[in-house]
């Protein structure tokens, strides 16, 4: 199988293919346009900012691309965020695959620690990269900001408020936490995707 991982200016990719690596799978990390396209599956994953990774997006053509790509692609962390329709986050506009803005969370109490960072437990849907999942799972987040629920959400979390843990649509699909950080849960959503 030929996995290919968005090359760009993001943090964390190494630990994914890392994880990629502990499922016997070899990914090409690349920004090629050709390499890209020809991939069995994608992976969009990342830590960082996004404004400035639009930018870097755009000045690359990796925006287009992205957006254009028809086998399953799965973005992670950042990557979710991204394939959003804008981000709070130095006001980006970003890929608009999901027609749904990332909001700042906003602590409520004294004990809303922003951000939202550890083991959290998510309800999903069942189905595509949750397939075989019937019950809550724990799973790692570190994320300042948080996709709203909507008609996409495959997963929902509640940290100060329920949020997106996941978002499906087509062939697009994304986590806010790390599968790659998530221990055997996140080995489980990990193989269910490149099983798709």
């Known amino acids: 199988m030929n996995i290919a991982?968005?090359?760009y200016n993001a943090g964390n990719i190494h630990s994914v293919i890392n994880a990629l690596g502990r499922l016997g799978v070899k990914?090409?990390?690349t920004g090629s346009?050709?390499?890209l396209r020809k991939a069995d599956k994608v992976i969009f994953p990342g830590v960082g900012e996004a404004s400035t990774t639009m930018d870097y997006l755009r000045a690359h053509n990796l925006d287009r691309i992205i957006r254009d790509l028809k086998q399953p692609v799965l973005g992670i962390c950042l990557g979710q965020q991204l394939m959003c329709s804008r981000s709070e986050e130095g006001n980006?506009?970003?890929?608009?695959?999901?027609?749904?803005p990332v909001l700042k969370f906003q602590p409520q109490r004294h004990e809303d620690k922003v951000p939202h960072m550890g083991w959290n437990t998510i309800d999903t849907d069942g189905k595509g990269i949750f397939k075989?999942?019937?019950?809550?799972?724990?799973?790692?987040?570190?994320?300042s900001f948080y996709v709203p629920v909507c008609e996409c959400?495959?997963?929902?979390?509640d940290y100060i408020l329920p949020f997106s843990a996941s978002l499906h649509?087509?062939?697009f699909y994304a986590t806010q936490f790390h599968p790659e950080k998530s221990g055997g849960t996140g080995e489980r959503i990990l193989k269910n995707f490149l099983d798709i």
């Not at 980006?92 to 027609?99: P, Q, R, S």
């Not at 959400?153 to 979390?157: F, R, S």
């Open 5 to 7: 991982i968005v090359k």
């Open 27 to 29: 990914a090409l990390l």
């Open 33 to 35: 346009e050709e390499e």
């Open 92 to 100: 980006a506009e970003c890929l608009g695959i999901f027609d749904v």
């Open 132 to 143: 075989g999942f019937d019950k809550p799972e724990y799973v790692y987040f570190v994320h």
């Open 153 to 157: 959400t495959a997963a929902k979390t």
């Open 169 to 171: 649509k087509d062939n």
